[in-house]
């Protein structure tokens, strides 16, 4: 299975600042994802990142909001930009692989804008 | 658009007890279904995982079962211990990778 690191693992925030979180990944893969999962929620995607095109985004997350980028099948970086509190939420980056189906977690970011 | 629900979504058991937790889905056109485990501070530990075409899948205590027509899935633990003290989520995975959650099962094992 995919060893996947992130950095940084927690983080504190001011109001209309810009963080950017990064996702390695121990070996080769084709299909990344960004979740988030807020306070005492579940975990909600935020974008499908796909080495050689540009992030696919779901619905209610911009790419504005949350640049992504992927110069490579083993990194990842997510972007929260002009954050608000309402950002204040653990950041997980995954993997999917293909020839088993499962997916994989990174530790995550917990991040905290005041 | 698929939902997910978890029952319950709190459990305490004492150790040794056999339990079972529920997730269900509203969309039976599911590509797989995959149960994770998530600890405090920690990323999601993948389970165990079920092809639409499967009806089961074990590994050691750990059974899961997917009925795609009542859109249920269970996940049954065996003689559980404290160490299995986390949250038990559920996902219903698309042919795209895309992963659509559950809210979860916070379970405690008491000694």
């Known amino acids: 299975s995919a060893v996947i690191s992130q950095k940084p693992s927690r983080d504190i925030c001011q109001r209309g600042t810009s963080l950017t979180i990064q996702c390695q990944v121990d070996?080769?893969?084709?299909?990344m994802f960004w979740y988030r999962q807020q306070p005492g929620q579940s975990l909600t995607l935020i974008a499908t990142?796909?080495?050689?095109?540009?992030?696919?985004?779901e619905s209610g997350f911009v790419i504005d909001k949350f640049p992504i980028s992927r110069p490579n099948l083993t990194f990842s970086t997510l972007t929260v930009s002009n954050m608000s509190p309402e950002d204040s939420s653990i950041y997980l980056c995954?993997?999917?692989?293909?020839?088993?189906?499962?997916?994989?977690f990174g530790p995550g970011t917990r991040l905290t804008v005041t | 658009k698929q939902e997910v629900t978890q029952i319950p979504a709190a459990l305490s058991v004492p150790e040794g007890e056999n339990l079972v937790l529920n997730c269900s889905f509203t969309?039976?056109?599911?590509?797989?279904l995959q149960w994770f485990r998530q600890d405090p501070g920690k990323g999601l530990t993948s389970l165990l995982l079920?092809?639409?075409?499967?009806r089961e899948q074990t590994s050691g205590r750990l059974n899961a079962s997917l009925d795609k027509s009542s859109g249920r899935s269970t996940l049954y633990i065996a003689a559980s211990q404290p160490g299995d003290s986390a949250t038990y989520l559920c996902?219903?995975?698309?042919?795209?990778?895309?992963?659509?959650f559950g809210k979860g099962t916070k379970l405690s094992v008491k000694p």
């Open positions: 995954s993997v999917w692989e293909g020839s088993s189906y499962e997916q994989y």
């Open positions: 070996s080769q893969v084709t299909m």
């Open positions: 990142a796909n080495q050689g095109s540009e992030a696919t985004y």
């Open positions: 969309d039976s056109a599911i590509y797989n």
């Open positions: 079920i092809q639409s075409s499967q």
């Open positions: 996902a219903i995975g698309g042919s795209q990778g895309n992963l659509i």
